[in-house]
């Protein structure tokens, strides 16, 4: 049994009875007896392409070039190129080697050495990818395209002076005319730029005296905006300010009317009460003036309380010596006989006023209901009666 093995980056193209059939990328297939098979790349190709080739102006110049191409249609490329050994590749990079060439020099023998290096990647690019499309371009292919392939890129890299003598004549040419062009660039650049800077500063200028006359229409617009509000805000105001004394007068009114009305209804209630008030302070005083009667009878009794108390104290205390007395002059005749004869005796006659003084009182006391001091004072007043009676 015969397998046939493609990898994602080629296509298995198949053969089998006169048919050719793409079975696909990275697959393996059973092959049938007396079926053959190809490998096809999937990838991107480059093909690249050299020429030497003399201008209008009869100076040889060289060109380099590349074609990158991809193979969209496998069963078309395999019977247009043969990829045994890897001979298609070759033969299509051949191909189309030829027709840059031969385009490029038809091309290149019509124009000077300057075009060509000014037109390199327009004109000449240009042409050479024309050439191969319009030649691969075959509305009979299911893909549109002859031999299967479709091109992604066709560029005329590279433009060189073969002579080198000549070469280097041109190059300080164009560097002499590089550096004139440079420097007039710098000249008319700097002239570019003061004239820029020129009209700049004008433009500026105009710009801010235009800002300028904005500010002053806007700041005029504002003061008459603020003056055209400020003059309803005073009419506002005014008319507030009249309501308000409208307001105030009605209110006033209705003030005036309800402290009417109130003084109406209050005053009979108000005298009432200040006759009630009246009566009750006159009864006040009067309760007043009574208190102050009792005070007075109070202070008259306590008075008269603290005089007979005073008198009767004055009343009391020879009594409340006549202890002391009576017992000092119990001591003065203690042991002594009292019987006296006659009255020459001086003792008897220097005591005696004061002994009936001390028994005057002492009889005042028992009169009066008050008990005898002691049993001295007794004792005394018997020996005073004794006394009084022998005198």
């Known amino acids: 049994m015969a397998f046939a093995t493609a990898n994602p980056n080629n296509f298995l193209v198949v053969g089998h009875q006169g048919k050719v059939v793409n079975r696909g990328t990275g697959i393996q297939v059973f092959l049938w007896p007396g079926s053959t098979?190809?490998?096809?790349?999937?990838?991107?190709?480059?093909?690249?392409?050299?020429?030497?080739?003399?201008?209008?102006?009869?100076?040889?110049?060289?060109?380099?070039?590349?074609?990158?191409?991809?193979?969209?249609?496998?069963?078309?490329?395999?019977?247009?190129?043969?990829?045994?050994?890897?001979?298609?590749?070759?033969?299509?990079?051949?191909?189309?080697?030829?027709?840059?060439?031969?385009?490029?020099?038809?091309?290149?023998?019509?124009?000077?050495?300057?075009?060509?290096?000014?037109?390199?990647?327009?004109?000449?690019?240009?042409?050479?990818?024309?050439?191969?499309?319009?030649?691969?371009?075959d509305g009979s292919s299911p893909n549109g395209t002859k031999w299967g392939l479709e091109l992604e890129l066709v560029q005329v890299a590279q433009v060189f002076i073969v002579d080198a003598v000549l070469r280097k004549q041109l190059e300080a040419e164009v560097r002499n005319e590089i550096l004139s062009k440079s420097e007039q660039s710098d000249i008319?650049?700097?002239?570019?730029?003061?004239?820029?800077?020129?009209?700049?500063?004008?433009?500026?200028?105009?710009?801010?005296?235009?800002?300028?006359?904005?500010?002053?229409?806007?700041?005029?617009?504002?003061?008459?905006?603020?003056?055209?509000?400020?003059?309803?805000?005073?009419?506002?105001?005014?008319?507030?300010?009249?309501?308000?004394?409208?307001?105030?007068?009605e209110t006033f009114k209705l003030e005036q009317s309800a402290a009417q009305e109130k003084v109406e209804t209050e005053t009979p209630v108000k005298l009432l009460q200040i006759e009630n008030q009246h009566e009750v302070f006159n009864r006040e005083l009067e309760m007043r003036k009574v208190e102050n009667q009792i005070r007075e009878q109070e202070v008259m009794r306590d008075m008269l309380l603290e005089k007979a108390r005073q008198e009767l104290r004055k009343e009391i205390l020879p009594v409340e010596q006549?202890?002391?007395?009576?017992?000092?002059?119990?001591?003065?005749?203690?042991?002594?006989?009292?019987?006296?004869?006659?009255?020459?005796?001086?003792?008897?006659?220097?005591?005696?006023?004061?002994?009936?003084?001390?028994?005057?009182?002492?009889?005042?006391?028992?009169?009066?209901?008050?008990?005898?001091?002691?049993?001295?004072?007794?004792?005394?007043?018997?020996a005073v009666n004794k006394l009084n009676s022998q005198k």
């Open 37 to 137: 098979y190809v490998l096809i790349p999937s990838t991107k190709q480059e093909a690249l392409f050299e020429m030497t080739q003399e201008t209008r102006d009869g100076i040889p110049l060289r060109f380099k070039g590349i074609v990158i191409y991809r193979i969209v249609d496998p069963v078309v490329a395999s019977m247009s190129f043969n990829f045994n050994g890897g001979q298609g590749l070759v033969e299509i990079s051949t191909l189309i080697n030829n027709i840059c060439l031969g385009e490029l020099r038809a091309a290149v023998s019509g124009m000077t050495m300057q075009e060509c290096i000014e037109n390199r990647k327009t004109i000449l690019t240009a042409t050479v990818d024309k050439a191969l499309r319009e030649i691969l371009a």
């Open 188 to 249: 008319a650049t700097q002239q570019a730029i003061n004239m820029a800077q020129i009209a700049s500063d004008r433009q500026i200028q105009e710009h801010k005296i235009a800002a300028e006359k904005d500010a002053i229409r806007q700041k005029e617009e504002i003061e008459l905006a603020n003056l055209q509000v400020r003059r309803r805000a005073q009419k506002q105001n005014q008319e507030l300010e009249m309501e308000a004394i409208k307001l105030a007068a």
């Open 322 to 382: 006549i202890p002391e007395i009576t017992k000092s002059l119990s001591n003065i005749f203690k042991d002594s006989n009292l019987t006296f004869v006659g009255n020459e005796n001086q003792i008897l006659s220097s005591i005696l006023p004061l002994m009936q003084i001390i028994s005057d009182r002492v009889k005042g006391v028992v009169q009066t209901g008050g008990p005898i001091v002691d049993a001295e004072t007794e004792k005394l007043s018997k």
